[in-house]
């Protein structure tokens, strides 16, 4: 279990012990500093959860370490602890955001509740930080399906979640709904008051890749004016979710597995050690086999990463959940939009059910989505459905087709080319490495394409 870090600054070196003492019983981890700048060190260094701070120090005010920390760290919790102090100090403390004021000496009772108080008072922080930043995904973690295939991943990852041992590696096909599966096993997880931290590997620049996972320290280099924290810090105590593990560069994947094996690392430019209890799941829609035989990812970080695989099935190996999603999709959308779309004919279902669905639950989504804009009606039919899922007379619709006719009049091969370009962004919704793969081109072929066409991500 992850414990709370508090740091007391104070230059008593009786009250230091005592408190340090009193803290250590109630379960916190304590660190100490004698003066304000060996004070920020710490706090710089170490980051902790609350701050126990005196207003007089030997070299500094305590109010001007108060302005300090909260430079460094906007959400830090200061309880002020002094004997002194008039009412300017007071104020200005406050204005500056300290959370209380307990004077000396200290009542240990109220500076257990204060503590309590304190800390929780950082996790709402944090909790509307996340939800503010995209996280609010997490309350909707609805795994939606009737099929067999599905039931069985469903129990397995209620399995997964009763124990917090081993990492997890999701795998299938793009869009079949990995992301869903991680949040999912999450929220449902010892872990789930803790943080869930994504990062996509595909979509982080090589050079910023090692900073983002690991964070950096101040002046680091030329852009390092900060204090970092990376994904593995933020994710402490609760879930990182490492996606498009597959297209990890090889540079990173030593550096990958020895945090995974130690669950130690240093931030970048960092002479420090800083070790964290997290769990790691991790996705791919990669033959990670066939990537170690290429020799473009490593055997012992795949056995690191699959101590349990789960393997999600496509959505044309599981057709009778379809109708289940498609309804699922509606009900969000038409909320979304406000469109008083409320069912599906029975010929738009029959279109759906017959559609291989290439992009899987994702492409399934972004047609509905269509539909729902396009509509007028209280029913989908099959006019609001995109025109790659509508048969042919006579015959059933299909994922892309491997071979092309030539149309009698003749065709601009430029208007299929962006055409089949758009219809792969879409079925990997907007993800460039998914649909090049869709497309069997290189990811440089599609963003010159992209680009050539005007195509927006």
């Given at each position: 279990?992850?414990?709370?870090?508090?740091?007391v600054?104070?230059?008593?070196?009786?009250?230091?012990?005592?408190?340090?003492?009193?803290?250590?019983?109630?379960?916190?981890?304590?660190?100490?500093?004698?003066?304000?700048?060996?004070?920020?060190?710490?706090f710089?260094?170490?980051?902790?959860d609350l701050?126990?701070?005196d207003?007089?120090?030997?070299?500094?005010?305590?109010?001007?370490v108060?302005?300090?920390?909260?430079?460094?760290?906007?959400q830090a919790?200061?309880?002020?602890v002094?004997?002194?102090?008039?009412?300017?100090?007071?104020?200005?403390?406050?204005?500056l955001?300290?959370?209380?004021?307990?004077?000396?000496?200290?009542d240990?009772?109220?500076?257990?509740?204060?503590?309590?108080?304190?800390?929780?008072?950082?996790r709402?922080?944090?909790?509307?930080?996340?939800?503010?930043?995209?996280?609010?995904?997490l309350?909707?973690?609805?795994?939606?399906?009737?099929?067999?295939?599905?039931?069985?991943?469903?129990r397995?990852?209620?399995?997964?979640a009763?124990?917090?041992?081993g990492?997890?590696?999701?795998?299938?096909?793009?869009?079949?709904?990995?992301?869903?599966?991680?949040?999912?096993?999450h929220?449902?997880?010892?872990?789930a008051?803790?943080?869930?931290?994504?990062?996509?590997?595909?979509a982080i620049?090589?050079?910023?890749?090692e900073?983002?996972?690991?964070?950096h320290?101040?002046?680091?280099?030329?852009?390092?004016?900060?204090?970092?924290k990376?994904?593995?810090?933020?994710?402490?105590?609760?879930t990182?979710?490492?996606?498009?593990?597959?297209?990890?560069k090889?540079?990173?994947?030593p550096?990958?597995?020895?945090?995974?094996?130690?669950?130690?690392?240093?931030?970048?430019?960092?002479s420090?050690?800083?070790?964290v209890?997290?769990?790691?799941?991790?996705?791919t829609?990669?033959d990670?086999?066939?990537?170690?035989?290429?020799?473009?990812?490593?055997?012992?970080?795949?056995y690191?990463?699959?101590?349990i695989?789960?393997a999600?099935?496509?959505?044309?190996?599981?057709?009778?959940?379809?109708?289940?999603?498609?309804?699922?999709?509606?009900?969000?959308?038409a909320l979304?939009f406000?469109?008083p779309?409320?069912?599906?004919?029975?010929?738009?279902?029959?279109?759906?059910?017959?559609?291989?669905?290439?992009?899987?639950?994702?492409e399934?989504?972004?047609?509905?989505?269509?539909?729902?804009?396009l509509?007028?009606g209280?029913?989908?039919?099959?006019s609001?459905l995109?025109?790659?899922?509508?048969?042919?007379?006579?015959?059933?619709?299909?994922?892309?087709?491997g071979?092309?006719?030539?149309?009698?009049?003749?065709?601009?091969?430029e208007?299929?080319?962006?055409?089949?370009?758009?219809?792969?962004?879409?079925a990997?919704?907007g993800n460039q490495?998914?649909a090049a793969?869709l497309?069997?081109?290189?990811?440089?072929?599609l963003?010159?394409?992209?680009?050539?066409?005007?195509?927006e991500?």
């Amino acid at each position: 279990m992850v414990r709370d870090r508090i740091l007391v600054i104070d230059d008593d070196q009786l009250q230091r012990w005592a408190m340090g003492r009193q803290l250590t019983t109630w379960g916190y981890e304590v660190l100490e500093a004698a003066d304000g700048q060996s004070g920020l060190d710490a706090f710089t260094r170490h980051l902790p959860d609350l701050v126990l701070l005196d207003l007089q120090l030997p070299d500094q005010n305590g109010v001007e370490v108060l302005r300090q920390i909260r430079a460094i760290d906007p959400q830090a919790v200061v309880i002020m602890v002094t004997a002194h102090g008039g009412v300017p100090d007071a104020v200005a403390a406050f204005k500056l955001g300290v959370f209380d004021f307990l004077p000396k000496p200290v009542d240990f009772d109220a500076l257990g509740v204060t503590l309590r108080y304190g800390l929780e008072a950082r996790r709402l922080r944090e909790e509307v930080v996340r939800l503010r930043s995209g996280d609010q995904e997490l309350a909707d973690t609805t795994i939606v399906g009737e099929s067999p295939a599905i039931a069985a991943c469903v129990r397995m990852l209620d399995r997964l979640a009763a124990s917090d041992a081993g990492a997890v590696l999701l795998t299938g096909e793009s869009g079949t709904g990995k992301d869903l599966f991680a949040r999912t096993l999450h929220r449902r997880s010892s872990r789930a008051d803790h943080p869930f931290v994504a990062v996509n590997c595909a979509a982080i620049p090589d050079t910023l890749m090692e900073s983002e996972l690991f964070g950096h320290e101040k002046g680091a280099f030329t852009d390092a004016r900060f204090l970092k924290k990376g994904v593995f810090e933020l994710a402490d105590g609760g879930t990182l979710y490492l996606d498009e593990v597959g297209e990890l560069k090889p540079s990173l994947q030593p550096k990958i597995l020895r945090v995974l094996e130690s669950l130690t690392f240093r931030r970048v430019g960092g002479s420090r050690d800083i070790t964290v209890d997290l769990r790691v799941i991790a996705a791919t829609n990669r033959d990670l086999d066939a990537a170690v035989r290429q020799g473009e990812f490593r055997r012992d970080l795949l056995y690191r990463l699959r101590v349990i695989e789960l393997a999600i099935p496509p959505l044309r190996e599981r057709r009778q959940d379809i109708p289940p999603l498609a309804r699922h999709f509606l009900r969000q959308l038409a909320l979304k939009f406000h469109k008083p779309v409320l069912g599906v004919s029975d010929a738009a279902m029959d279109v759906m059910t017959q559609y291989d669905w290439p992009g899987n639950a994702r492409e399934l989504k972004n047609a509905i989505e269509r539909a729902v804009i396009l509509e007028d009606g209280e029913q989908i039919t099959p006019s609001g459905l995109p025109c790659q899922l509508t048969p042919p007379a006579g015959g059933r619709a299909s994922g892309p087709p491997g071979e092309f006719t030539l149309p009698i009049g003749g065709v601009s091969l430029e208007r299929v080319e962006e055409s089949l370009v758009r219809q792969a962004m879409a079925a990997a919704g907007g993800n460039q490495t998914h649909a090049a793969r869709l497309l069997d081109i290189s990811r440089d072929a599609l963003r010159t394409r992209l680009k050539k066409f005007g195509i927006e991500r």
